[in-house]
C-alpha cells in the first residue's frame, strides 16, 4: 500500500483543482502559512520567508519520492493559487493506513472549501492507494478541524497525552480515525 504515484495525480471537485504544488507557489504558500491562526495547530510557527515555503514545498515533494505520502494544493477552478494542501503523511504500508492532513487561507474559511478537498482525499486514498484506515491527529482545542473529520466520518478514538513536542510544548492529540468499510457506507 505504498504510495506511489507514476504522475502526480490530479483531483478535481464541483469547485476545486487539486494538484501538485510546484517552487511557482512558494508566494501563494507563504501568504497563508504565514498567518499565526492558520498555524496556530499545525504544531508550526509562522513561515516568515519565501526559503520557509520553498522547504514546504521540498517536503511535499520528498514524501512522494519516498513513498510516504501525497500532498495537494487546493485551488479554485479557473485560478491557479494555491490557498491551501491537503494530503496523506506518515504512511505505514504493512498496515494500510497513513494519516490525512489539511490547511487553508483563512480568506477561505467557512466556506466548505476543506471539507470538499477533504472528502476528495479521503476517497481518493481509498479508491487509488487501497487504504484501510486513514487518522487525523487533532489539538484538542482545534474545534474545526475535529468538526471537518466528524463532518466526513472520521471517529474520536481517544486522547494521546503529550504525543508530540513542537514549538517548544508537549501537545495532546485526539486520535480520529476512519475505516474504508465506514467510508463506503456514507
Same mark, same amino acid.
Given at each position: 500500500?505504498?504510495?506511489?504515484?507514476?504522475?502526480?495525480?490530479?483531483?478535481?471537485?464541483?469547485?476545486?483543482?487539486?494538484?501538485?504544488?510546484?517552487?511557482?507557489?512558494?508566494?501563494?504558500?507563504?501568504?497563508?502559512?504565514?498567518?499565526?491562526?492558520?498555524?496556530?495547530?499545525?504544531?508550526?510557527?509562522?513561515?516568515?520567508?519565501?526559503?520557509?515555503?520553498?522547504?514546504?514545498?521540498?517536503?511535499? =515533494?520528498?514524501?512522494? +519520492? $519516498?513513498?510516504?505520502? !501525497? @500532498?495537494? #494544493?487546493?485551488?479554485?477552478?479557473?485560478?491557479?493559487?494555491?490557498?491551501?494542501?491537503?494530503?496523506?503523511?506518515?504512511?505505514?504500508?504493512?498496515?494500510?493506513?497513513?494519516?490525512?492532513?489539511?490547511?487553508?487561507?483563512?480568506?477561505?474559511?467557512?466556506?466548505?472549501?476543506?471539507?470538499?478537498?477533504?472528502?476528495?482525499?479521503?476517497?481518493?486514498?481509498?479508491?487509488?492507494?487501497?487504504?484501510?484506515?486513514?487518522?487525523?491527529?487533532?489539538?484538542?482545542?482545534?474545534?474545526?478541524? =475535529?468538526?471537518?473529520? +466528524? $463532518?466526513?466520518?472520521? !471517529? @474520536?478514538? #481517544?486522547?494521546?497525552?503529550?504525543?508530540?513536542?513542537?514549538?517548544?510544548?508537549?501537545?495532546?492529540?485526539?486520535?480520529?480515525?476512519?475505516?474504508?468499510?465506514?467510508?463506503?457506507?456514507?
Amino acid at each position: 500500500m505504498k504510495i506511489e504515484v507514476s504522475a502526480f495525480p490530479v483531483i478535481e471537485t464541483n469547485r476545486l483543482i487539486l494538484r501538485k504544488v510546484t517552487k511557482d507557489d512558494a508566494g501563494s504558500v507563504l501568504k497563508y502559512l504565514s498567518d499565526k491562526d492558520v498555524m496556530k495547530h499545525v504544531g508550526l510557527d509562522p513561515f516568515n520567508t519565501i526559503e520557509d515555503a520553498m522547504s514546504e514545498i521540498l517536503w511535499y =515533494q520528498s514524501i512522494v +519520492e $519516498k513513498g510516504t505520502g !501525497i @500532498r495537494w #494544493g487546493i485551488t479554485l477552478k479557473g485560478q491557479g493559487e494555491v490557498i491551501g494542501s491537503c494530503g496523506f503523511l506518515n504512511s505505514v504500508p504493512q498496515h494500510y493506513r497513513t494519516e490525512i492532513g489539511t490547511e487553508l487561507s483563512k480568506d477561505y474559511w467557512g466556506q466548505g472549501i476543506a471539507s470538499e478537498a477533504f472528502e476528495a482525499v479521503i476517497r481518493y486514498g481509498f479508491e487509488h492507494f487501497n487504504l484501510q484506515r486513514i487518522e487525523a491527529l487533532i489539538e484538542p482545542p482545534n474545534i474545526a478541524s =475535529q468538526k471537518l473529520a +466528524e $463532518k466526513n466520518g472520521f !471517529i @474520536r478514538e #481517544g486522547l494521546l497525552r503529550n504525543y508530540e513536542f513542537t514549538c517548544g510544548k508537549f501537545d495532546d492529540l485526539y486520535m480520529y480515525s476512519l475505516l474504508k468499510q465506514d467510508f463506503d457506507n456514507c
